[in-house]
């Protein structure tokens, strides 16, 4: 997937006023821009051409013609599909609601997965295959998602201290070693307990890695590795729906690629796991 349109979106705020509006050109008028020079789009943009070089490194882009390329890509896959994301609105039918919310929830799955750089993902999978520590820091929805993933590691023996709790993750970031890895996952990336947190184990030389909305971020910024999630928006949504599937995605592609690597080490664990939960289960006549 190119998904040249979303990086533009998702990096947007993060732009300088120069690279916003040669952005927002581009987003505006896509089929108009990928027949165009670069020195022309400059001009209509009103900016140096320079100033439309470091937006297409902003996004991760060697250079104007990958740009186009991509954003060539984007103009033919939307023509040929066939799905409408639309946003809900109030007095909209249970079905109408219904098929918004889970076509939203695909679209988050789609784009993240357009947005994990294969290579990052395998030194993030390397990291945490050699740790015998893995700890997973989130707050509010994130917390959430953290605390499934501690749950996921701990099934294949991989030792997870932090609780949803900020306090109780500030006490365990504190007693991280270098060997150990710390997995911080916040959408926005800039949340305040997430960056206390993050302040303490970069003193402790234990690796970082984030899981954040793909843009320019105070968490991703300080990590060793970073993983990037998408999330189309609605109107109406109660909290973070969007978000917290595609990081629930992300958390479960770590956790199935470290399976996968170490399945000979990880298979006593798995299968001990899952004997031990099954007698939580009622047994049926």
Do not use: W
Not at 191 to 211: F, P
């Amino acid at each position: 997937m190119a998904d040249c349109c979303l990086k533009l979106k998702e990096r947007m705020g993060s732009l300088t006023i120069k690279e916003q509006q040669v952005a927002t050109f581009i987003l505006d008028y896509p089929e108009e821009v990928i027949n165009m020079s670069i020195n022309d789009l400059a001009d209509s943009c009103g900016v140096s051409v320079s100033s439309v070089v470091r937006l297409c490194k902003s996004i991760g882009y060697s250079g104007y013609k990958e740009l186009c390329r991509m954003l060539s890509a984007d103009l033919l896959m939307n023509q040929q599909e066939s799905v409408t994301y639309e946003d809900v609105r109030p007095g909209d039918s249970i079905e109408a609601i219904m098929r918004s919310v889970c076509l939203a929830d695909m679209k988050a799955i789609e784009s993240t997965m357009s947005l994990i750089n294969v290579a990052a993902l395998q030194r993030a999978v390397e990291a945490i295959s050699k740790a015998q520590r893995v700890d997973f820091y989130g707050v509010g929805t994130s917390g959430y998602v953290a605390m499934d993933a501690r749950n996921k590691f701990l099934r294949i023996n991989k030792v997870s201290m932090p609780s949803a709790d900020s306090h109780d993750q500030i006490l365990c970031a504190a007693t991280l070693k270098p060997d150990d890895v710390a997995v911080a996952i916040s959408y926005t990336g800039d949340t305040k307990d997430i960056l206390e947190a993050v302040g303490i184990i970069k003193r402790t030389g234990a690796t970082l890695i984030s899981i954040t909305r793909y843009n320019k971020n105070p968490l991703a910024q300080q990590s060793d590795l970073q993983l990037y999630t998408a999330s189309p928006e609605t109107m109406v949504r109660s909290g973070a729906m969007g978000s917290r599937i595609a990081l629930l995605a992300v958390i479960d592609v770590l956790y199935t690629c470290t399976a996968s690597r170490n399945y000979e080490d990880v298979k006593k664990s798995l299968d001990k796991s899952r004997l031990i939960t099954a007698r939580k289960h009622m047994q049926l006549n």
